[in-house]
């Protein structure tokens, strides 16, 4: 079992800057892939970044440029730092985990099996 609490959440204007953290616990191990999602209310969640395993990172395209995923393993602490927030942006914002992904599911959220339980972000124009 991996428990995942998301923090960091908040409202800010456009063109701000939030930073998301992510603490895992419970069997943190090298085969656990990490992903940020997030869910705009009559929208489908959608994936925003990844750790694959313990190795490369993956965004989607619409937030290259602006938020950058990062990890403190020490920690066992995954972060997104999201610059130049649009209003666009605004969403509950999910980290997942799950050992068991190959890399072509990593931007599936029902290959997910462990959830936090969300923060909320909102961008006001």
């Known amino acids: 079992q991996v428990q995942l609490v998301e923090s960091g959440g908040g409202a800010v204007q456009e063109g701000g800057s939030l930073k998301l953290s992510c603490a895992a616990s419970g069997r943190i191990s090298w085969d656990l892939s990490i992903g940020w999602f997030r869910q705009a209310p009559g929208k489908e969640r959608e994936f925003i970044a990844g750790?694959?395993?313990?190795?490369?990172?993956y965004y989607t395209d619409s937030v290259k440029g602006r938020f950058t995923i990062s990890r403190d393993n020490a920690k066992n602490t995954v972060f997104l730092e999201m610059n130049s927030l649009k209003p666009e942006d605004t969403a509950v914002y999910f980290c997942?985990?799950?050992?068991?992904?190959?890399?072509?599911?990593?931007?599936?959220?029902?290959?997910?099996?462990?959830w936090g339980q969300g923060t909320q972000v909102t961008v006001s124009s």
């Open positions: 997942a985990a799950d050992r068991s992904l190959i890399l072509s599911t990593l931007r599936s959220a029902g290959a997910y099996d462990y």
């Open positions: 750790f694959f395993r313990r190795q490369n990172s």
